[in-house]
């Protein structure tokens, strides 16, 4: 929500550009990563680095606390972030990043149809067929018994699920405390709960550790710089621009990933792999659309209710 009078649409659609090019980033990193170290242990440096730089950030400030209005709900929120952050660091051992990330697009559709069962929101007939063809987009990137990506497609799946779980706990729940707060926990809880697995499944974790270079080592905390910070840019897009105007840019991070993978790893998506990712990004930014008309027609709503002067 952002305040009348202070909000700046355009740097809120350059902060979500930017948001999307640092998450595409981050994938391309991971996907490099995960050749010289551990899952886990990339995905504990990334939730450490954002438990640290958010507590220091909150500890210079004067005016934010690591108060929480409702921990529980905090550690409910970061466990399901982690949830969906493990599963894309296992499906980047397996799956080339732009595929990846267009089956990752399908967490604004699970979020509106979780809106739907859980918050009872309406659905209309043109939305379900947008999320019919964003399905079909999936299938047409997995062809399934193709081969071509398999099993691994289901982690970006699952991924998805639990990123939606997120944000409509977050719709459901927000206000409750301030987005640097709320981030700071993001990253202390999925550090405490990935931590003592890491431990379990690494116990020569020393030992990997001491074997890292100093690039890989950099790889590894770039990993963390980019997580953390883009969340933070998606924070503040949205306090200069309203949700519904900046939800068709998230789209841009297909394109994103596209590049920067074929930058990275010289590889580029076959024209099936880019016919989904069309149809998902055209289904995605069909039903963005409907929700700024939406945003647009209720403003209207209660600006005839309001009485003349």
């Known amino acids: 929500m952002t305040a009348a009078g202070t909000a700046h649409p355009l740097l809120g659609l350059v902060l979500m550009l930017l948001a999307t090019l640092m998450f595409a980033g981050m994938d391309t990193v991971i996907r490099h990563a995960n050749a010289f170290a551990p899952a886990l242990l990339l995905i504990t440096l990334r939730y450490a680095f954002q438990a640290v730089v958010m507590g220091v950030w909150i500890a210079s400030s004067q005016r934010l606390s690591f108060r929480a209005a409702h921990p529980r709900f905090q550690v ?32 604004p559709v699970l979020v509106m149809l979780l809106a739907a069962a859980v918050l009872r929101e309406h659905v209309t007939a043109l939305r379900w067929a947008l999320v019919a063809g964003s399905f079909i987009g999936a299938l047409i990137v997995i062809r399934p018994g193709s081969g071509l990506v398999g099993w691994a497609a289901l982690l970006p ?7 939606a779980s997120f944000q409509i706990l977050t719709r459901r729940l927000s206000g409750l405390d301030a987005p640097l707060t ?24 020393p030992a990997v550790l001491a074997q890292l270079s100093a690039s890989q080592w950099g790889l590894a905390l770039a990993i963390g710089f980019l997580g953390t910070f ?7 897009a949205h306090g200069q621009a309203q949700a519904s105007m900046l939800a068709p840019f998230t789209y841009a991070q297909i ?32 039903n ?22």
């Not at 493990?86 to 595929?99: D, G, H, I, S, T």
């Not at 799946?157 to 990123?163: D, T």
């Open 288 to 309: 963005a659309w409907l929700n700024v008309r939406s945003a647009q027609k209720s403003v209207q709503t209660r600006l005839s209710a309001l009485p003349p002067d």
């Open 182 to 205: 709320t981030h700071f926990w993001t990253g202390l809880t999925g550090t405490a709960l990935i931590l003592p697995v890491l431990l379990w499944a690494v116990p020569d974790l």
């Open 157 to 163: 799946l699952c991924g998805a699920l639990a990123l």
């Open 230 to 236: 883009g969340h933070l840019l998606l924070i503040f």
């Open 255 to 286: 394109g994103w990933a596209v590049a920067l993978s074929w930058l990275a790893f010289g590889t580029w998506p076959d024209a099936m792999a880019v016919t989904g990712m069309a149809v998902i990004t055209l289904c995605g930014a069909a």
């Open 76 to 107: 409910v929120r970061g466990a399901l972030l982690l949830t969906s952050s493990v599963c894309a660091f296992f499906a980047l051992k397996f799956m080339p990043v732009p595929e990846f990330t267009a089956i990752g697009m399908l967490t």
